[in-house]
């Protein structure tokens, strides 16, 4: 297959392909509308500039994690459809700062929050998001939830600094790239997962066994995101890429081509990097066994997804776990795309 032709047009929008639209058509479009309702809870001089994020900031799908999880223990409620809107405000700022951070003007084919306004609002404008969602947390009885929700944006805002303070550091290990990516990225796929099981009060086997599976799928969905950093179209994609490389972040193919070179090869990569450059593929593939690179770490990323497949055997079968099992199924297609 070939990424540049074959690849679905949207990394979020190819996953969310795999969710049964059947099942969740309704449960998204209240998710839509609540929204919507949302940014009406902000002041009128800022409720522009939040419709603007909420309507282009992807396909729900931490929201869809949340009621599928519900649905494959027992079907979704109002809670479910409040947590899924907590966790995708939280998503939705994080997103913000990350185009802050990378420099980033297009996502999802649309300006940039930073590209159409600044940063010094950008910011300002994630902050309030983050504070937002962290209000609405607080809205349940049980403060369990509450204390989850901030665990886990604690976690993504945590996994993003650290990534930060590593960039161009040849030092970087391949456990520190997956213990990063699993806060930055899977902390909102496994809280999804975990508090969408633990609204119906499922035993703690359950409620681990779907944390796993949220964290191994979201870890999963960011060693495909890297790959395809490198392999994709960025007209195709959606968003600006080369982004990691120019900023310096050592995503697992760049870790795995820096494994494989020889010292003369490592040095000649890090002066690269520390040139804080744009850098030509064509160069990083005269350097070392740059096609093996991303064979590896598309092997890990599939993985994954085989351990995410296990843990569902905690569920009974119903349209709910299949479709847990659909995105699993889609994961390992759009991985296998990014092979050379």
């Known amino acids: 297959m070939n990424p540049k032709t074959d690849t679905p047009a949207d990394l979020a929008a190819s996953l969310a392909a795999a969710f049964p639209t059947d099942l969740l058509r309704g449960d998204l479009e209240s998710v839509e509308a609540a929204i919507r309702e949302q940014s009406r809870a902000f002041d009128p001089a800022v409720e522009p500039y939040v419709a603007y994020l909420c309507g282009t900031s992807g396909k729900r799908i931490r929201p869809a994690l949340v009621f599928l999880a519900g649905g494959a223990t027992g079907g979704s409620h109002a809670g479910h459809l409040k947590i899924a809107i907590t966790l995708e405000l939280i998503h939705i700022a994080t997103l913000v700062h990350d185009d802050i951070i990378d420099g980033a003007e297009i996502r999802r084919q649309a300006p940039t929050a930073n590209a159409k306004w600044g940063s010094a609002l950008s910011v300002l ?190 569920l009974e079968d119903n349209p709910h776990t299949r479709g847990l099992h659909q995105i699993a199924n889609l994961l390992d297609t759009l991985l296998l795309s990014c092979r050379q």
């Open 125 to 314: 404008l994630g902050d309030c998001l983050f504070a937002h969602a962290l209000r609405l947390s607080t809205e349940f009885d049980d403060q369990r939830i509450g204390r989850k929700v901030a665990q886990a944006a604690n976690e993504v805002c945590t996994g993003e600094i650290v990534q930060t303070q590593r960039r161009f550091d040849f030092q970087l290990s391949r456990t520190d790239y997956f213990e990063i990516i699993r806060k930055k990225t899977a902390a909102l796929f496994s809280a999804a997962m975990e508090l969408g099981a633990m609204l119906n009060d499922q035993p703690d086997a359950v409620v681990e066994a779907l944390y796993d599976y949220g964290s191994l799928i979201g870890t999963a969905y960011q060693v495909y995101d890297d790959c395809l950093d490198l392999t994709g179209d960025e007209a195709d994609v959606g968003k600006t890429l080369r982004t990691d490389l120019n900023k310096g972040k050592l995503t697992l193919p760049i870790l795995n081509l820096i494994a494989s070179a020889t010292e003369r090869q490592r040095d000649k990569l890090n002066r690269l990097f520390l040139q804080k450059e744009p850098i030509d593929l064509a160069a990083l593939a005269s350097i070392a066994d740059y096609e093996g690179a991303i064979e590896s770490a598309v092997d890990s990323g599939v993985a994954l997804v085989r351990q995410a497949r296990e843990r569902l055997a905690v």
